[in-house]
Structures are given as C-alpha cells and as structure tokens.
C-alpha cells in the first residue's frame, strides 16, 4: 500500500495557507482604516482553493499572462501559491476616498481566524492519524 | 509565513495611530494657547497618512506618517488691550484648534488602536496554535 502525505492531509494544508494569506490582507485593511485614498481588498477563499484543488496555478483567473513563443521564455504573470488579490465593492465610500467599513473588515478577520483554526484542527487529526498508522498500536 | 506580516502590518497602524494621538494631546494642550501676531498663533497640527506596501510580494499593507501639517484655518482674534501680550492695537491671537474636532479624533485614534491590537492578539495566537501542530 503507497501513502503520500500530500494525499493524506488532502486540501487542509492548502487552506491552511490561503487562510492566513487572507489574514494578512485583512490585517492591512483593518490597519489602513483611517488612511485616505486607501482600497480595501480581499481574496476569493472558495475560488482559490478550489484551482488549489484542481492543481491549477492558483494566481491564473482572470490575470493578464504573456505569451510565450519559445521554450526558453519565462512563465511569467504572477507568481504561483497565493491567490489574486481583489478589491472589496464599498457599501458607503467615504470622502476622503478609502472605501474600508472597520465593522466587516472585523467580522471577516474574526470569521477567517476561526477558520484558521479549523483548518488547524483538521490538519493536526491527520497527522495523529498517520501517526497511529505508523506506530501500528 | 504570511500571517507573520501581521506583526510588522498591525504594529505600523500601531504607531501611527499613537502619533496621530500625540498629536491630538498637543493640539488640546495648545488650544487656548495666546500669542501676539497671527504668525505665532498655535496652528493645529493634523498628521497625514499613506498606505505602505510591505512584504516580498507587495501584498501587505502598513501605515506610514507621510507628514504632520498644520491646519489652514483662520486663528482667533480677540480685542484684549489689557493683556500683557496684547500687540499695538490691543487684539490678542488665539489658537485655531477645534476642540470637537480634535475629541473626535481622539476617539477615533483610540479605537484604531484597540483594532490593531486585536489583530495582534489574534495572529499571536493563531501563530502559536500552528507551532503546536502535531502534537
């Protein structure tokens, strides 16, 4: 029987990543609050994981890629492992044109810091779980 | 590790927003401050804001103070011939701080506060789960 550790913690650890990529950009949005001209942004969590899932370059979407005619030419576009950064439709800009609402920039964050910690959870199951496997107790 | 970045994100918002407190308390402080020309009035300070890209990938954005500005609008002329720092034709220059104006700020700034700190806690401890993990 062949046992890929990839295969076994399944698409947790792929989660686990662009969850606390997600983090991080909430954390700037919450950070830019008062900042004028500042546009809040956020990623497509179900999107991206689910061209994580599928094995796709996570950044392709919607971006811009160059053609490439030679086998020596570089990939180029964005780099791979993070998904395409969004910007958030405002529900009431302000004047000083920053478009960041301080009241679901927290819930957001407090929602993806939860499950972040789901994640977690899923992730160390799985590794107590091969463990076991392979202590054979 | 991205939630890393947190740390460096929160802590610039962190600063910036005690500054702008700062600068809040030295406006109070000033507002009923006298001066003898309109030159020398205490003008209210406002600091500036820009958003900051960090990170490898440029993604993460921090605070940065571009700048501290002093408010435009006109100081207060008082007719006080009595005062000791009355100028020729007996007016005094008062400060052109908004005390509501800078109140606000102070809540505001304060808050600010509060919510970077909560993300701090937050990563801190979503960061010492994750070193946990496996156990």
Redesign the interface.
Known sequence: MKLAIDQALSLHDDA?RLR??R???L??N?????????KA?DIDFSAALRRAAGGQPVAAAGAVRLARTDGAHISGGA?SG?AE?LYRNPLQPSLDGNTVD?HVE?VE??EN?LR??AS?KF??DR??GL?NAIKGE | ???L??FD??G??MSA?SL?LNITASNMANADTIASTPEDAYRAREPV???LLQ?Q?R?????HMAGVVQSQAPVGVRHAPGHPLADDEGNIYSSNVNIVEEMVNMM??S??FQ??T??LN??K??LQ??LR???
């Open positions: 686990l606390a990529q983090a991080s950009v954390a700037s919450i950070a830019n609050a008062d900042t004028p001209n500042y942004r780099p993070d950064l301080p927290h964050f407090s810091a972040y910690q977690l992730l160390g590794f107590r463990r | 590790m991205s939630l970045n947190n994100v929160a610039s918002a927003q702008r804001f820009l958003a990170g990938r993604e993460t954005v921090g605070v505001s700034a808050r600010s919510n970077n909560e993300v937050t990563s401890q979503l789960r994750t993990l496996g156990e």
